[in-house]
């Protein structure tokens, strides 16, 4: 398995390149990594030992959790429509939610792009926000198919509503309607990198279902052209959050993520398994018990328990590594 650290010291030694990076993140995110946790089991008067697979930037556990949440989220907040799609009349589009799509130059090295995007969009968010107010922003990073930054941003402004007017454009022969803000110079006044783009957008909710698609891209690693494992491969290299929550949108994300939650001494934690089974633990507190490869030990998926002789054998032949530091860990589903 390559290392993160790894994958930095060969760069460093032999020079960047998006091909290499993508290599290193994949066998990185290839193998499986289990998480080792020991519980007290009030009925048993026992200590119980479990495992599960932890969730790695782009594999299947972290594209479901990451994508249920966000779809829950098109639910779980308050929409908020300006304007019915469809509307021709310019007297009535308006809005407060802009979709900005912010690029740079093929001028900028790619590796430049993702060294330095993450500081670039603040500058620009943040003079936006002087000048316009509160804007509550759910933002992702994108690769292009060259490997190059590319920045999309759902914006939410609360002290402000924008004229638009609509325009068609049309792609593989289909028309599409979108909506365009009117005055656009505030906007690519302060991103002077390369292309920038600002739609008008009829509804909060229908905002954050365009942005999922972009979204999908950040956390799956499955898609035939690349984009996808490019976005999450230098996402991973760079130290990027795939995405960015904001304002009353993350308090919501935020809600949905600690959902549900027992706040007494004794917990009953519910898993729910990916085959949609499920499974209930009678203990009194979870605690962080080491780490195994999935190289070594060959695991399946799911919270599963394991019996304490096994644990002991793994633990003498060096497939778990034991943490000196054990905390607390608080599971949620």
């Known amino acids: 398995m390559v290392s993160l650290a790894e994958s930095g010291s060969a760069v460093a030694s032999y020079g960047f390149s998006v091909e290499t990076i993508v290599e290193h993140y994949s066998n990185w995110v290839a193998e499986p990594f289990y998480v ?38 098109h639910y779980g907040i308050e929409d908020k429509a300006f304007f019915t799609y469809g509307e021709r009349d310019r007297r009535k589009i308006k809005s407060s939610v802009v979709l900005a799509s912010l690029t740079y130059a093929r001028t900028y090295d790619v590796e430049d792009t993702w060294r330095t995007c993450g500081e670039d969009y603040n500058r620009w968010i943040t003079g936006l926000r002087r000048k316009y107010g509160d804007i509550d922003v759910v933002r992702c990073f994108e690769s292009q198919t060259d490997g190059q930054c590319h920045i999309h941003a759902v914006l939410l402004f609360k002290e402000m509503r924008f004229q638009g007017f609509r325009w068609n454009k049309y792609k593989n022969g289909r028309r599409i309607i979108t909506y365009r803000v009117g005055d656009i110079k505030p906007f690519r006044a302060g991103w002077k990198y390369g292309f920038s783009d600002f739609q008008l957008c009829h509804s909060l909710r229908g905002a954050l279902k365009y942005i999922s698609k972009y979204l999908t891209k950040s956390v799956s690693k499955d898609e035939e052209n690349g984009k996808n494992i490019k976005t ?27 959902m549900p939650h027992d706040n007494s001494n004794t917990v009953v934690p519910h898993f729910e398994l990916l085959d949609g089974s499920t499974l209930n633990c009678e203990v009194s507190r979870w605690r962080l018990y080491g780490f195994a490869r999935g190289d070594d030990v060959k695991w399946g998926r799911g919270f599963c328990k394991i019996a304490r002789d096994e644990v002991g054998w793994l633990v003498d032949e060096g497939f778990i590594s034991l943490r000196e530091n054990v905390s607390e860990v608080r599971f949620v589903g």
């Not at 009030?42 to 949440?69: I, P, W």
């Not at 990027?240 to 949108?249: C, K, Y």
């Open 232 to 258: 999450l491969a230098l996402s991973w290299f760079f130290h990027r959050r795939s995405f960015s929550i904001s304002g009353e949108i993350a308090n919501v994300y935020s809600d949905l993520i600690h």
């Open 36 to 73: 080792v946790v020991v519980g007290w089991n009030q009925s048993k008067a026992d200590y119980e030992y479990a495992y599960f697979r932890s969730l790695k930037r782009g594999n299947s556990y972290y594209s479901y959790e990451v994508m249920c949440k966000f779809r829950q989220l």
